[in-house]
């Protein structure tokens, strides 16, 4: 079994990338959420039982990673800047072309309101060993996501776990 | 609605059958802000990822499975961790159904009522999703989790 590059050992456990979202939260991002899975829950439509329930209108909680993924475009952006970052350095390291997510574990904390500011920060957690699967030949690799309001409280951390992998050619494939 | 004291292990949950379309993906990806080709192009699908369409992302999965529990609990249900594990992509022209049982029924030590749920996602015979959610649930009527802040929610 061969060691991580020294590199990539270096930044296991390190906190990266730690930066507000690009925009306060919005509450239209809310209702297209909900009617993206036409989830009538009231506490996302109805303001009288938000206040109630949740005292004011919450975000669905599913919809946490959104507030830290970029603008696809800004002006003066010259190169495309991507979320989970991290997963993105791995790839380029590895050289590995394409990747998926396979896993997501998020716990959630303080809800998330219309006009938060979410700051979020990555952490690599592990990378294994290269190995080869349906998709191709490459390594899976866990991230930790950490979101916290404008008053510095956890909203939630998100593990994802992402197989970066090069597609083998038939003469690779016995 | 449901309180703490209606729910037993085994429990199922009702289950949600829906017909996913290339609308339903797309709409789902841009709704979660995720611009990656492979929920919008189906040329990048097939020919850079090697699938036959486009497909549900990991976040509009996290969306589904949410409605899914608290269509089931009512609006005081509050999850408190979902976990789910993606095996196989859903794809347009699928007809994926979200079926849920209870596994565990408790209450922590800061009197929060949890129930724990083992979720799966299937096309057919296949399951392409596995999942795990822990919900918190009211212990009375007058119970709402959604109060519970600091070291009163622990998830």
């Known amino acids: 079994m061969s060691a991580l590059p020294t590199d990539v050992e270096a930044l296991i456990g390190v906190l990266q ?102 700051t979020s920060a990555q952490r690599l957690v592990s990378v294994s060993e290269e190995q080869t699967r349906r998709l191709g030949t490459g390594r899976f690799w866990v991230i930790d996501v950490e979101y916290r309001n404008q008053h510095a409280e956890l909203c939630g951390v998100e593990r994802w776990t992402g197989f970066g992998y090069r597609r083998d050619t038939p003469k690779d494939t016995p | 609605m449901i309180t703490h004291d209606q729910v037993a292990v085994g429990d199922a949950l009702p289950v949600l059958s829906y017909d996913v379309t ?41 969306a589904w499975l949410e409605r899914f529990v608290t269509d089931w609990t009512g609006p005081k249900g509050r999850i408190g961790r979902l976990r789910f594990k993606m095996r196989k992509p859903i794809f347009p022209a699928d007809t994926m159904v979200i079926e849920g049982v209870v596994r565990e029924v408790g209450i922590d030590d800061a009197g929060c009522g949890w129930v724990e749920l083992d979720l799966t996602i299937r096309v057919g015979d296949v399951t392409c999703t596995e999942s795990e959610a822990k919900v918190a649930v009211p212990t009375s009527p007058d119970d709402n989790p959604w109060q519970r802040r600091g070291d009163d929610w622990r998830p």
């Open chain 1, 17 to 118: 990338y730690e930066e507000a979202g690009e925009f306060p939260v919005e509450r239209g991002y809310f209702w297209t959420s909900a009617a993206s899975v036409e989830n009538a829950n009231p506490i996302l439509w109805d303001d009288a039982v938000a206040e109630e329930i949740t005292g004011g209108p919450i975000a669905p909680l599913s919809l946490l990673s959104a507030w830290f993924r970029p603008h696809h475009w800004a002006p003066g952006r010259t190169v495309e800047k991507l979320p989970l970052q991290i997963h993105f350095d791995l790839k380029a390291r590895f050289e590995l072309p394409e990747a998926i997510m396979t896993e997501n574990v998020t716990t959630f904390h303080e809800p998330v309101r219309p006009g938060d500011t979410i």
């Open chain 2, 22 to 62: 290339s609308t339903t993906v797309v709409l789902g990806a841009l709704a979660s802000r995720d611009w990656r080709p492979m929920h919008h192009d189906h040329h990048f699908a097939v020919e850079r990822q090697g699938v036959k369409d486009i497909f549900l992302n990991s976040p509009n999965q996290g």
